[in-house]
């Protein structure tokens, strides 16, 4: 699929370029990407909000690039809840029911509101409107109201972001629930990598119009494709490096044993390769000596920065109660462990 917009100047901007996705049904599905790589385009093209300038969008055996979005199987859920604040809780799960032509006090209707408070945990909350509500809570509802209709296809567009830390990871646990629960296929967009990671059965992470790697998240963080999914799935160091009799050496001459290497190098081959920072520890032996030139306490994790005699720079994350050297411009060595070190292409 294809979209392409005009901008103000006369000049024609692609923001979808030969996207081909298959969404299994049931599963929860992460649009993972930066400001302006597309997934969002992607998303209200789904929901019938934007028109592709080529290819087309399937739900089931019905292709609905043509239809209006009244008439997709889809709901959307969008950064901003957009709930009436003069409804309770209630009359805003119910608006949707209502708008199918359904009477408000139907049982059908009090039946499935009532499921819906319970699916969000927001039971003793109908008869409250939005205002005495939490952002948490009020996230909820709209969630809810979106459930009611009982759509195919749910698209959440980064629903969590405007959600304080500790706030936004409990309804990451809560939504992930919810659409096992529910049953129906979640497609999520986030640009937060650590969210994705935690509720995405796969990921398709995008880059400038274009999917860089779809696969399940382990995958993703072990094996990833190129160096964009390497720099944006955690974090990642990176070294220049040149295969050297089944082993290979940085261009700072530090030798990687081969047993370091995820999988051998063709013989004088030039590559960049990428080293978990966790895939470090500090030992009296290790080939990377030099000074600690930032050190981070991230409470679970210290996180150390150590420039190598070449000016190799390599950070590394070590125990919290790591009890040796620790601050900038103490002096430390740093081991690899086996199978850490993969070729990273372009």
């Known amino acids: 699929m294809k979209k392409e917009f005009i901008t103000p100047e006369g000049d024609t901007f692609t923001a979808l370029d030969g996207i081909n ?44 690039d043509q239809l209006p979005p009244y008439k997709r199987r889809v709901n959307t859920v969008f950064q901003a809840y957009a709930l009436f604040p003069h409804l309770t809780v209630r009359q805003n799960i119910a608006f949707g029911l209502e708008m199918q032509g359904l009477k408000a006090k139907s049982p059908e209707v009090v039946a499935r509101v009532d499921e819906m408070l319970e699916l969000v945990g927001l039971s003793e909350f109908g008869n409250r409107h939005p205002a005495q509500l939490s952002g948490g809570q009020q996230q909820r509802v709209a969630l809810a109201r979106a459930l009611a209709k009982k759509p195919d296809v749910l698209l959440l567009d980064e629903p969590l972001s405007a959600l304080d ?16 629960e529910s049953g129906i296929t979640f497609v999520f967009v986030t640009h937060d990598q650590e969210e994705a990671m935690s509720m995405g059965d796969r990921i398709a992470v995008f880059n400038r ?82 000074e600690i030139i930032a050190s981070e306490y991230i409470g679970t994790d210290l996180r150390l920065c150590v420039r190598h005699a070449s000016d190799e720079k390599l950070w590394a994350r070590v125990d919290a109660d790591y009890d040796g050297p620790r601050n900038v411009g103490d002096t430390v060595s740093l081991a690899l462990a086996a199978n850490s070190v993969r070729a990273v292409r372009s």
């Open 209 to 290: 119009g274009q999917v860089a790697q779809l696969g399940a998240p382990r995958e993703l963080y072990a094996e990833p494709a190129n160096r964009f999914v390497a720099e944006f799935i955690g974090e990642m160091n990176f070294l220049s490096v040149t295969e050297e009799g089944g082993s290979a050496r940085t261009d700072g001459g530090v030798l990687l044993e081969q047993a370091a290497l995820v999988s051998p190098l063709k013989s004088a081959e030039s590559v960049t390769v990428g080293i978990r920072p966790e895939h470090l520890h500090v030992s009296p032996n290790g080939s990377f000596a030099g």
């Open 165 to 180: 830390l500790k706030l936004r990871r409990g309804m990451q646990t809560e939504l992930k629930r919810i659409q096992m």
């Open 21 to 64: 996705l298959d969404i299994v049904p049931g599963e929860f599905f992460v649009m993972l990407g930066p400001s302006g790589c597309g997934k969002t385009t992607l998303l209200r093209s789904i929901a019938g909000l934007e028109q592709p300038t080529s290819g087309e969008i399937w739900l089931g055996n019905e292709q609905i």
